[in-house]
């Protein structure tokens, strides 16, 4: 029997077992998939020359994340590579916003939009530089970050106070508005707040906004080399040397009680797996709460605040083998691993209108990945490894559009709307369908069954909005990874502080599990014999 059993073998069910075998404990990891890693794999499904990223790509929040610092992971031969730029957002009439490698040279960028707009972006990063290590050490640790808020309050207080909180408050439109005259800024602040489900006139997706973008202009949006996957081995590798137990294709089918506390899993071949101290779960909230625990075992107020618990929005995701570049008009994009594809602020407050109403966007804001540029092994020398997603609303209510796509997401209804997603491309690349060699479509449902964390394909498991973050995540309580089960731990991006590939989910429930009361190392040791 080990100590702890893992429900899931995502990068934070992998993280939380690491941190708990390096800690002396046996850990027996469970996934239902054949192969582990949750959103962070790649394979050559799309063609057998190119590699593809199945889910996630691009790793800023990695690169910048102290959890997987302290992991180690270039032991274990992970290897990042970066594209010559790091993102770029053409506009219809040819010009190009650039977020570059080094600040000066986006700088130069911005002020051909307006003069002014370099130094403001400066300004920007500056507060950054001021503010970025504390506030990063203090969102990836558990809530609240006392030691790491305590700092950052500081440097708060001497970087403006009230009116720098005041400015990360603001929707990203406003805060564009009052940064910078000119689009080019503006632009790159709010696509990247659209990374998650984040309006431009949404509270806080200014500072969300501003977190995405400085977090490029400082780690940039690098990639594993050879694949996402690479990370993903890394992790399983570091986990088997070090003791570490990982068992794919072994579906958790409940969590095992015993007055109230979890005593381990059982599967869905319907083996018991017991824990002597602890059951960490790699998944969603409503899916541990009401499919693994049971509502029976919960309390009433638990069970009601999971009937408020909001997805993120839905995802459809394109994947392509291309024979040659992307035929970008403004050619500063050629440069980028990541391309957003908008008219503009306007055109994306229009998308969110789109999906808040529940309709399909009939003009999808496209965030463009440009793999083999990133990364040279992807594919052979002249080709692009490439891929593309949208958001979509969880619940359709009608189409924007002139296809009429409900949601079935039929073969009909998957050719449609990655012909739409292609049109978009075609408006700043034309002749870029000439160029696919091959292409796979994944639509809501696709994801959601390689990966039931993805639910209908929210990628962030859960809202990023200010009203499910910190304690309000997943549910109004402590933001927490404790759960009210004894010795079962939430490990998800479910839990404080959410989406994103760092590790930070599972280090929580690792370190929560670890301060929890235990038996005696005596008993601990007679109980293993």
């Not at 995502?10 to 959103?39: F, I, R, T």
């Not at 770029?88 to 960028?109: F, I, N, S, Y």
């Not at 490439?386 to 796509?405: E, F, K, M, V």
Request: with cysteine; aromatic share 6%.
């Amino acid at each position: 029997m080990p100590d702890a059993v893992v429900i899931g073998a995502g990068p934070n069910g992998l993280v939380a077992a690491n941190l708990l075998v390096d800690a002396g404990w046996s850990v027996e990891v469970l996934e239902a998939q054949q192969e582990p890693g949750g959103a962070v794999r790649s394979d050559r499904g799309v063609h057998p020359d190119f590699v593809s990223d199945v889910f996630s790509a691009f790793y800023p929040l990695a690169a910048a994340s102290p959890v997987l610092a302290r992991l180690d992971l270039a032991a274990e031969g992970l290897r990042w590579s970066h594209a010559p730029a790091v993102l770029a957002h053409p506009l219809p009439d040819g010009r190009c916003a650039v977020l570059e490698r080094q600040v000066e040279d986006t700088c130069a960028g911005l002020s051909r939009f307006a003069a002014a707009d370099g130094p403001s972006w400066l300004d920007l990063y500056r507060t950054w530089n001021r503010l970025g290590p504390d506030l990063v050490q203090a969102l990836f640790t558990p809530f609240p970050p006392l030691r790491a808020g305590w700092r950052l309050a500081t440097k708060v207080r001497a970087s403006g106070g009230l009116r720098l909180a005041r400015k990360l408050a603001l929707p990203v439109r406003r805060l564009g508005e009052e940064e910078f005259a000119g689009e080019g800024g503006r632009i790159l602040l709010a696509g990247n707040a659209l990374h998650a489900d984040l309006a431009p006139e949404a509270a806080g997706s200014g500072g969300f906004g501003w977190l995405m973008s400085m977090l490029g202009q400082s780690h940039g949006f690098p990639v594993p080399v050879g694949g996402a996957g690479a990370l993903t081995t890394a992790l399983t590798n570091r986990l088997q040397r070090r003791g570490g137990v990982l068992r794919c294709g072994e579906r958790v089918a409940a969590v095992t009680l015993r007055s109230g506390t979890a005593t381990g899993v059982t599967t869905a071949s319907g083996e018991t797996v017991g824990a002597r101290r602890a059951v960490l779960a790699d998944t969603s909230a409503p899916a541990l709460y009401r499919d693994l625990v049971g509502e029976e075992h919960l309390p009433s107020r638990l069970v009601r605040d999971l009937e408020r618990f909001q997805w993120d929005f839905a995802t459809f995701k394109i994947d392509w083998a291309l024979t040659g570049p992307v035929p970008w008009t403004a050619p500063e994009a050629a440069r980028a691993g990541t391309v957003h594809l908008a008219a503009g602020v306007d055109g994306l407050t229009r998308f969110a209108a789109q999906i808040a109403a529940g309709q399909i966007p009939d003009e999808p804001f496209t965030l463009f990945g440009q793999m083999t540029t990133a990364d040279p092994t992807r594919s052979p020398t002249g080709t692009e490894s490439a891929w593309a997603y949208t958001h979509l609303p969880q619940h359709i209510t009608a189409d924007a559009g002139p296809d009429g796509i409900t949601g079935r997401w039929d073969p009909r209804e998957q050719q449609a709307m990655a012909d739409r997603i292609e049109a978009q491309v075609e408006r700043f690349a034309p002749g870029f369908r000439d160029r696919i060699a091959a292409r796979r479509i994944l639509a809501p449902t696709t994801l959601q069954a390689m990966n039931e964390n993805l639910h209908n394909g929210a990628i962030n498991n859960g809202t990023t909005a200010l009203h499910q973050q910190l304690v309000f995540r997943p549910t109004p309580g402590t933001g927490r990874p404790e759960t009210p089960v004894k010795r079962l731990y939430l490990a998800s991006a479910a839990a404080h502080p959410g989406g994103g590939v760092h590790g930070a989910p599972g280090a929580n429930a690792a370190r929560a599990a670890l301060r929890s009361p235990t038996p005696s190392s005596v008993l601990h040791r007679a109980q293993r014999v």
